[in-house]
């Protein structure tokens, strides 16, 4: 079946510091990719997604490609802000699971100034 | 446009008792979905419904679990009885189209605390 493993958290960096957090998954078909994002008290909302193999998804400075070869969608941002401190997940739907998404386990990332 | 909205945002019940959840999607969303979230986890789908047929229920506990959207518009998902491992946030989220990239809207999820 399909899942996504994303890297262990909490992470912690200091404003304008650079961000990855990696994503692997595993899937039948050809899944799109998304990253949601979940700001303290809010609601999830999709950050950026992918729907075929290396096409980047971007939004509000953040990145990340879809790599069929190595099953990733890593999600970068050249220059972290205070407010992007949030609970970041990856997840993967389409393909063969019919608009169902499955998620990683969340990154929660703060932001220092 | 307004968004998923749920309610209760809160609502803590003891053990083996019952609660509800209600759900009302963006309009003109024909897929409705709800997902699990527990402490430390990301979102576990329980069930899909297109319009208010089930798509996918294969992860919803139906021995204590269930839940209808009787008109194709909201919906509610009830637990009975209420178990210690309940306690999670249960999201709503809808979408356009279900397959693809089509994108999912969540709602702001209920917190359920099970004594």
């Known amino acids: 079946g399909n899942s996504v493993t994303q890297m262990e958290g909490p992470v912690t960096l200091s404003e304008e510091a650079f961000l990855t957090i990696n994503c692997t998954y595993t899937a039948t078909g050809y899944p799109s990719l998304f990253w949601y994002v979940q700001y303290p008290g809010e609601g999830l909302q999709l950050l950026l997604k992918a729907t075929k193999a290396d096409d980047k998804g971007s939004n509000k400075g953040f990145e990340a490609t879809y790599r069929k070869e190595t099953t990733s969608f890593h999600l970068e941002k050249g220059s972290v802000q205070v407010s992007d401190s949030a609970v970041y997940f990856c997840a993967l739907g389409g393909g063969t699971s019919y608009g169902k998404l499955t998620f990683g386990q969340g990154t929660i990332l703060t932001v220092h100034p | 446009e307004a968004g998923v909205a749920q309610s209760p945002r809160y609502k803590i019940i003891e053990k083996r008792q019952s609660v509800a959840f209600w759900c009302n999607p963006i309009?003109?969303?024909?897929?409705l979905y709800w997902y699990q979230q527990i402490l430390g986890q990301g979102p576990k789908l329980l069930i899909q419904f297109q319009n208010n047929g089930v798509v996918d229920d294969s992860q919803l506990p139906k021995d204590r679990f269930s839940a209808e959207r009787l008109k194709g518009v909201d919906s509610t998902l009830k637990i009975q009885p209420a178990k210690l491992e309940d306690s999670a946030v249960y999201l709503c989220?809808?979408?356009?189209?279900?397959?693809?990239?089509?994108?999912?809207?969540f709602g702001p999820g209920t917190r359920l605390t099970v004594l």
């Open positions: 309009s003109g969303h024909a897929t």
């Open positions: 989220a809808s979408s356009l189209n279900p397959q693809g990239a089509g994108e999912q809207f």
